[in-house]
């Protein structure tokens, strides 16, 4: 592992960036900077190593940003009805910071934070972060003690798991945000790059502030159907309501395994560069986010990222679903153990190879 610093902030408190390379020449930076990813550097097909995730030069930057650039986000991702829920009968209210609702946690929340590391395993390329957000962070209940990891494995794969227990009964919904360009991070749009996923169904939302209508609907017939590879840019801007709402696809998709066993639910090509990424999880739904409010910006390198210059597969418990009992419960009681796992794999193929 190689240790750099990144930077210091405003309190003085200095961050570092930590990088781990495979014998396949793919090298993993992250920072305990909101236990970030930072940059992935994988080998197109001709070998040429390509950033696939969109980032920052600066911690400053990341800690400005508004859209969460490789973040892990926590103890809740994705959005809450009006911040509001209840939990052994009694109501708590989270901070308003999206429309009339709560995104990711609130302000100031666990992808602003500094991270300890708790350990480094040199030989599986592991690094594991450590952070306790205090009871009544952001409103939540209960001291929240996580512990997240990114290992880079020899199979070219991150892997992310997330552990996590609490004193009080409370939600725990942890996910990572990272943009992939599979062509680079500063290659333009995604709506070139190829989609499949498993989902047979989604939840559609009410309306622009995006909270599901408890509905579980069908894909099929419909241009939220990814069961076959398609373009993400063939049906992205088609008359169809949904996809109106969010300015292109932003919206959470039901995974059709089991709950708690990995399954393989997305595969993702880019032609121009011949890189695929697989992702697998453990967790039940998935947020497929193609970067529509990217509002343009300077990125890594002095690249200027533009809107849909990146997509996100943020596996998760669906948006609400603490409010709607139709959806899996991300409810977590006191003493027991949270634990997930999402991998994102990395591979080449050939243009004229099947997918
Ligand atoms: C995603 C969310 C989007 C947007 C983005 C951050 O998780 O689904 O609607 O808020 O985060 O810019």
Redesign the pocket.
């Known amino acids: 592992m190689e240790k750099k610093k990144f930077g210091t902030l405003h309190d003085g408190t200095e961050v570092f960036l930590y990088s781990f390379t495979n014998q396949n020449k793919m090298t993993m930076t992250v920072t305990d900077l909101g236990a970030t990813l930072v940059q992935l550097l994988v080998p197109d097909l001709e070998g040429k190593p390509r950033d696939v995730v969109l980032g920052y030069d600066t911690p400053q930057e990341y800690l400005l940003g ?3 650039f490789g973040a892990v ?1 926590g103890r809740n ?3 809450i009805d009006k911040g509001r829920f209840t939990i052994d009968g009694k109501v708590y209210q989270l901070p308003i910071n ?1 429309n009339e609702n709560n ?2 946690s609130g302000p100031n929340g666990i992808q602003t934070r500094k991270w300890d590391v708790a350990d480094v395993d040199e030989n599986a390329r592991r690094i594991t972060f450590h952070l306790v957000s205090p009871d009544n962070d952001n409103g939540f209940p209960g001291n929240f003690d996580m512990e997240m990891s990114y290992t880079l494995t020899d199979e070219d794969a991150i892997v992310l798991r997330y552990r996590g227990f609490s004193d009080k009964d409370t939600i725990a919904n942890m ?1 990572n ?1 990272s943009y992939f360009n599979l062509a680079g991070h500063d290659a333009g749009t995604i709506e070139g790059h190829l989609l499949k996923l498993t989902a047979e169904s989604y939840t559609p939302v009410r309306d622009e502030q ?1 909270i599901p209508t408890g509905e579980i609907a069908p894909v099929a017939g419909t241009p939220m159907d990814f069961t076959s590879a398609k373009k993400i840019g063939r049906d992205i801007d088609a008359d169809f309501e949904q996809l109106k709402f ?1 300015g292109g696809y ?3 998709f039901m995974l059709p395994g089991e709950e708690d066993e990995l399954q393989k639910f997305a595969e993702v090509y880019c032609p121009e560069s011949g890189i695929c990424m697989g992702v697998v999880t453990d967790l039940p739904a998935v ?1 497929f ?1 193609t ?4 509002t343009d910006q300077k990125g890594k390198g002095g690249a200027i990222y533009h809107k849909r210059q990146g997509l ?1 597969l ?1 596996t998760q418990y669906a ?1 609400n679903a603490i409010n709607e009992p139709a959806f899996y419960s991300p409810l977590l009681k006191a003493g027991e153990r949270y634990e997930t796992e999402t991998r994102y794999r990395f591979y080449t193929r050939n243009l004229d190879e099947d997918f």
């Open positions: 508004d859209c969460y986000i991702g994705n959005r999206d995104l990711h996910t945000h995006a969010a932003d919206h959470n947020q986010y970067g529509n409010f990217i996100c943020e948006p």
